[in-house]
């Protein structure tokens, strides 16, 4: 990987406070053949609060603060099965691989669907709704960012030691209202010296009345004590 990759999937280290369990990267050159692996989380969240109370556990003061659904979950060994409650219509269920390792851990995830629900700011930026900041395709060539949003996520690792996973995960969302769209894609908020949202290396999923199941993604590796992701579900 050169070294313009590498500087790309380095977490960047957040200091703020937070009460609750925690809630809730630039344009450059892709000259390998292959899309990069997502090693790291390019949003990283203290997770000072992880021994939060259980009635409050996406409580998250500061940053990018989401407020739809919202869980505070583990990771089994086995795989796991994360189901958001319906928001606005829309509920969100991940398929989870096996994590590496497969230890004793907390996670947190949530969702939004952007208009209005989604406060706070990261090193003073206000959250960079999908279309409103430039794309870029699986191997950082610019591009021009297909579709429209319907739905944020963000799933962060409570944890405090690294825990990765083979595949992101799959993602099933049944939806009561009309999809923005016929081809469907998620995308990972990326940041270097400018936010970036970048389209996942996966196949595009095309919805079934209000169903709609995207395939498993590239691996994805979260920090410790408060790696997070935070994905966009786009449709054109």
């Given at each position: 990987?050169?070294?313009?990759c ?5 977490a960047?280290?957040?200091?703020a ?15 390998s053949?292959?899309?990069?692996v ?6 990283s969240i203290?997770s ?9 556990p ?6 990018f ?26 509920a ?18 949530g969702d939004a669907t ?8 990261y ?6 709704k ?9 191997f ?8 429209k949003?319907f ?10 030691f ?23 894609i ?9 936010w ?14 209000g ?10 590796t979260?920090?410790g004590?408060?790696g997070?992701?935070f ?6």
């Amino acid at each position: 990987m050169n070294s313009l990759c590498a500087r790309v999937i380095t977490a960047i280290t957040v200091t703020a406070s937070l009460t609750g369990c925690s809630r809730t990267g630039a344009i450059v050159p892709g000259a390998s053949q292959q899309p990069p692996v997502m090693r790291q989380p390019l949003v990283s969240i203290p997770s000072v609060a992880r021994e939060a109370a259980a009635s409050s556990p996406c409580d998250f003061k500061g940053n990018f603060d989401l407020h739809g659904s919202c869980i505070k979950y583990a990771m089994q060994k086995k795989g796991t099965t994360v189901a958001l409650a319906a928001y606005h219509g829309i509920a969100l269920t991940m398929l989870w691989p096996p994590p590496n390792p497969p230890l004793s851990n907390t996670f947190v995830s949530g969702d939004a669907t952007g208009n209005g629900d989604i406060t706070g700011a990261y090193h003073g930026s206000r959250f960079p709704k999908y279309g409103s900041v430039k794309c870029i395709d699986p191997f950082f060539h610019p591009i021009t960012c297909p579709g429209k949003a319907f739905l944020y996520s963000f799933t962060l690792n409570a944890t405090s030691f690294e825990i990765g996973f083979h595949t992101s995960p799959k993602m099933k969302i049944t939806n009561t209202r009309p999809y923005p769209g016929t081809k469907c894609i998620i995308a990972n908020l990326e940041h270097l010296k400018t936010w970036v949202w970048q389209i996942l290396n996966m196949p595009y999923a095309e919805p079934v009345g209000g169903r709609l199941s995207i395939r498993s993604g590239p691996p994805l590796t979260f920090s410790g004590s408060g790696g997070a992701y935070f994905f966009a579900y786009v449709c054109k």
